[in-house]
């Protein structure tokens, strides 16, 4: 069964960098799309960007051009790199999978089954 741990979160000022990791337990194959989703104090979790089997990427309007996914599939890692952060940005992130049915756009959010503990993101001065 396809598990995923998070590694990378931490505390950081505005406008540095972290890069958010997620091994998973096997190989990610082309059948799943990959999704980073975080939830701030006292809101619901969103999903923030997502990558199709065949790297076709997307991202909220919130990290477009700050936030970058990728994956590993020979290392069975996901990535999220960010940069430009704000305190905005200031959640826990989680990366999760699913298996998409014909059609459905990796950011079908609602429709992802495996996730990862998170990994907590602060971002302050």
């Known amino acids: 069964q396809l598990k995923f741990v998070e590694s990378g979160g931490g505390l950081v000022q505005p406008g540095g960098s972290l890069r958010l990791s997620c091994v998973a337990s096997?190989?990610?194959?082309?059948?799943?799309?990959i999704g980073w989703f975080r939830q701030a104090p006292g809101k619901e979790r969103e999903g923030i960007s997502c990558?199709?089997?065949?790297?076709?990427?997307y991202y909220i309007d919130s990290v477009e051009g700050r936030f970058t996914i990728s994956r590993d599939n020979a290392r069975r890692t996901v990535y999220l790199q960010m940069n430009s952060l704000k305190p905005a940005d200031t959640a826990i992130y989680f990366c999760?999978?699913?298996?998409?049915?014909?059609?459905?756009?990796?950011?079908?959010?609602?429709?992802?089954?495996?996730w990862g503990q998170g990994t907590q993101v602060t971002v302050s001065s």
């Open positions: 999760a999978a699913y298996s998409p049915g014909y059609g459905q756009a990796c950011r079908s959010w609602a429709a992802y089954t495996v």
């Open positions: 096997e190989v990610i194959t082309d059948s799943y799309d």
């Open positions: 990558m199709e089997a065949y790297d076709s990427d």
